[in-house]
């Protein structure tokens, strides 16, 4: 299996700029989760999917942030306006019936 | 919201030498699992563990959920064990992550 696909790997943006983060998680998998890594803050989730419909939305930060998922393999999380504190490591995740996570790589985002 | 302790949150070991990680948290979850952070930043899936013991090679878990405590052992690390450990305990459907273990192994 491919495994939980994300892209893109590495972005530098100016501040202000539209954002964009993708994910193909693993096929077959019902849940889609992004989660966020910094230093300060650790890993957080700030959103997750099961079935294609968002469930709990609550981890993300502002309304500056918004993530979909219009079939069963894609996700996007977008970033508008973005700001140098969005500045991290985003991740995207996928499981089967909300066991065994399998994370992506990574998206690791600079806003300058 | 769930708060998850982990501890130590640093460890240095001699290659050989064996460890014990340990989780705490607040509720009662549905499952948990450990994870291990390799230096390149990719997370890797060690165990979903709810309950019980398992093994996986040289390492093993144990999460007594009852009493609201995991812990992962790591017998005869190596450096490629060298990273950071985190434990997630799940409720309904969403994961916390703990703080982490950063463990550095010695040549």
């Known amino acids: 299996d491919a495994g939980v696909i994300q892209s893109p790997r590495h972005e530098v943006t100016e501040m202000g700029q539209e954002v964009t983060l993708r994910c193909k998680p693993i096929?077959?998998?019902?849940?889609l989760f992004w989660y966020r890594q910094t230093m300060m803050r650790g890993l957080e989730l700030l959103i997750y999917?099961?079935?294609?419909?968002?469930?709990?939305d609550s981890g993300m930060p502002e309304d500056r942030f918004s993530a979909k998922m219009p079939n069963a393999s894609f996700s996007t999380l977008k970033i508008q306006p973005s700001e140098p504190r969005d500045s991290a490591v985003y991740f995207c995740?996928?499981?089967?019936?909300?066991?065994?996570?399998?994370f992506g790589e990574g998206s690791w985002l600079t806003v300058v | 919201g769930i708060q998850v302790e982990q501890s130590p949150p640093d460890l240095i070991l001699q290659e050989g030498a064996n460890s014990t990680l340990r989780c705490n948290f607040s509720?009662?979850?549905?499952?948990l699992q450990w994870f291990h952070q390799n230096p390149w930043g990719q997370l890797i899936n060690l165990f979903y563990?709810?309950?019980g013991t398992k093994q996986n090679g040289r390492l093993s878990a144990t999460t007594v959920a009852t009493e609201r405590y995991s812990l992962l052992y790591i017998s005869s690390s190596q450096t490629t064990d060298s990273g950071v450990y985190f434990c997630?305990?799940?409720?309904?459907?969403?994961?916390?992550f703990g703080d982490g273990t950063t463990l550095t192994v010695k040549p």
């Open positions: 509720d009662s979850v549905n499952n």
């Open positions: 096929s077959g998998h019902d849940y």
């Open positions: 997630a305990p799940t409720i309904a459907g969403k994961s916390t």
């Open positions: 999917f099961n079935n294609n419909v968002p469930i709990d």
């Open positions: 995740a996928s499981s089967l019936g909300g066991n065994t996570i399998y």
């Open positions: 563990i709810p309950s």
